[in-house]
């Protein structure tokens, strides 16, 4: 499969793009609002970018609790269901008046369901689509990540400045109850994709056998790590600048989306083995410049730069699928989405801290030095074997 026309006509492609869409929408409006919300009541840069992206961090908890349950549930009740939690709880956030500890407990309490979230969509994903149209199909959610982030800022930007982040909040929860009546009228029921309970037991075991693959381990570790540390350097945008970190952001997902497009639908098989390490350190390199503490212009350009780097992710993911059985997709994907979201809520925590300490821009510096020394230091073990030249018969050893 080669064309997004025939990517569409698949069943249940276009409901899983639209549930999965209006969710990060949601999602977006409610994390910008949340941040201004809370940046404007302490003017802390560590509380603005942990409202933002901490609830990532207690992603690691339905990593290790909640994670079994990605293969052993039905997907549209547990897709349907997680998009009216989280409408719930955007709700809850627009409550006039609730103070800044209430709100961190409402969003670090909604974290572990998130988790579970990733591996259920992205395991039936991999359910609806054939492994040689995986890529395209990922590519393509991808893509929908970046146009909702690209509208979800800019829409949720002009809400914040002319109405309130509590309004902002409720259209938030809006367009997750949207995604909950896309997913419930528009997928199929299916049974679990294994056998068994959901059990803290079987996610373990299942964690266990996917961490005990050593080039699985060195495929995870590039996709959480170096993209953590990346977005901590965008969880600084709001301190850096507060009237246009909106734009900041909004550019940052087209960034991601035009390198998404390009990677996932004009790049061959054989180009992308030999891009992947340069889009890896393009992902952290222009980030540097923020040591010169650029200004708008420069920053937009090398915000938009970077980004493209993340399609460097879509071709790892893709090298996780080949890794992993079928059975364990959806919880090898989870992991991945859950892991990969817990280290940008650490990222946005040490970018945070130590823009307390210093600065944002030096803060934004110092993530992504970090950032290249991880990547290079990982790149011996994502090496790609080639395949081994046929040998002439009658060829002796050497």
């Known amino acids: 499969?080669?064309?997004?026309?025939?990517?569409?006509?698949?069943?249940?492609?276009?409901?899983?793009?639209t549930t999965s869409s209006l969710q990060t929408a949601g999602q977006t409006v409610n994390g910008l609002a949340l941040g201004t919300l809370v940046y404007s009541a302490t003017g802390s840069p560590l509380l603005s970018a942990l409202a933002m992206f901490g609830p990532s961090l207690a992603q690691v908890l339905g990593a290790t609790?909640?994670?079994s349950a990605a293969d052993r549930l039905p997907p549209r009740a547990a897709m349907t269901g997680l998009a009216v939690l989280f409408a719930v709880?955007?709700?809850v956030l627009a409550v006039p008046g609730l103070p800044v500890w209430a709100l961190f407990t409402v969003v670090l309490g909604l974290g572990p369901f998130a988790s579970l979230g990733g591996g259920v969509r992205y395991g039936l994903l991999n359910e609806i689509l054939t492994r040689d149209?995986?890529?395209l199909g990922r590519s393509v959610l991808n893509m929908s990540v970046g146009l909702m982030q690209i509208c979800g800022f800019a829409v949720g930007g002009v809400l914040v400045s002319f109405l309130s982040p509590g309004v902002t909040l409720l259209v938030a929860a809006g367009l997750y109850l949207l995604a909950a009546l896309a997913a419930r009228s528009g997928l199929s029921r299916r049974p679990p994709r294994a056998a068994g309970r959901p059990s803290v037991a079987a996610t373990w075991r299942n964690n266990g056998e996917l961490w005990s693959s050593v080039p699985r381990r060195y495929v995870y570790v590039a996709m959480w790590v170096p993209n953590g540390l990346i977005v901590g350097c965008e969880s600084l945008f709001v301190p850096y600048s507060p009237t246009?970190?909106?734009?900041?952001f909004a550019l940052?997902?087209?960034?991601?989306?035009l390198g998404d497009t390009v990677t996932g639908r004009f790049v061959s098989p054989a180009w992308r083995r030999r891009l992947s390490p340069a889009m890896r350190l393009l992902l952290a390199a222009p980030y540097l410049v923020f040591a010169l503490y650029p200004p708008l212009p420069v920053a937009s350009v090398v915000?938009?730069?970077?980004?493209?780097?993340?399609?460097?992710?879509l071709l790892l993911q893709e090298r996780l699928m080949a890794l992993t059985p079928e059975s364990l997709s959806g919880h090898a994907l989870g992991l991945h989405s859950s892991g990969m979201l817990t280290m940008q809520g650490v990222g946005a925590g040490l970018a945070g801290g130590v823009a307390e300490l210093t600065s944002p821009a030096v803060a934004m510096t110092v993530m992504a030095a970090a950032s290249v020394a991880v990547t290079l230091a990982l790149a011996p073990g994502l090496r790609v074997p080639r395949p081994a030249a046929p040998r002439l018969a009658g060829a002796g050893a050497r």
């Not at 026309?5 to 492609?13: G, K, M, S």
């Open 133 to 135: 149209a995986y890529l």
């Open 89 to 91: 709880g955007s709700a």
């Open 244 to 248: 246009h970190a909106g734009w900041l």
């Open 1 to 17: 499969m080669r064309t997004y026309r025939e990517l569409f006509r698949t069943p249940e492609f276009t409901p899983l793009f």
């Open 65 to 67: 609790v909640l994670l």
């Open 303 to 313: 915000v938009t730069l970077a980004s493209v780097g993340y399609s460097a992710t």
């Open 252 to 257: 940052a997902a087209f960034g991601m989306l």
